[in-house]
Nanobody, 115 residues
Framework: QVQLVESGGGLVQPGGSLRLSCAASGTIFNIDNMGWYRQAPGKKRELVASITKGGSTNYADSVKGRFTISRDDTKNTVYLQMSSLKAEDTAVYLC?????????WGQGTQVTVSS
């Protein structure tokens, strides 16, 4: 079994920054893609960013130039550095990790951008 633990969410003012982390633990042989989705009230779940095992990244248009995804395979961890945050970035952020043949999800962390 694999567990994902997210951290780093919180309340931040517009223009501020936050760094989210998602660490995978348990029986892990191989991690492929890792990434982040977000879910805002009344909106569809949106893919924010993803990163392959080889380091290729993909971003939603709404966050390009502001968010950076990275991973540390020695720690089985994926990060999301968020800068120039806007009110519309407010959402629950959920990480996912492809471990072996399954996809696992984090519990979600709330990010609120407000003055």
């Amino acid at each position: 079994q694999v567990q994902l633990v997210e951290s780093g969410g919180g309340l931040v003012q517009p223009g501020g920054s936050l760094r989210l982390s998602c660490a995978a633990s348990g029986t892990i042989f191989n991690i492929d893609n890792m990434g982040w989705y977000r879910q805002a009230p009344g909106k569809k779940r949106e893919l924010v960013a993803s990163i392959t095992k080889g380091g290729s990244t993909n971003y939603a248009d709404s966050v390009k130039g502001r968010f950076t995804i990275s991973r540390d395979d020695t720690k089985n961890t994926v990060y999301l550095q968020m800068s120039s945050l806007k009110a519309e970035d407010t959402a629950v952020y959920l990480c996912y990790v492809h471990v072996d043949v399954r996809i696992y999800w984090g519990q979600g962390t709330q990010v609120t951008v407000s003055s």
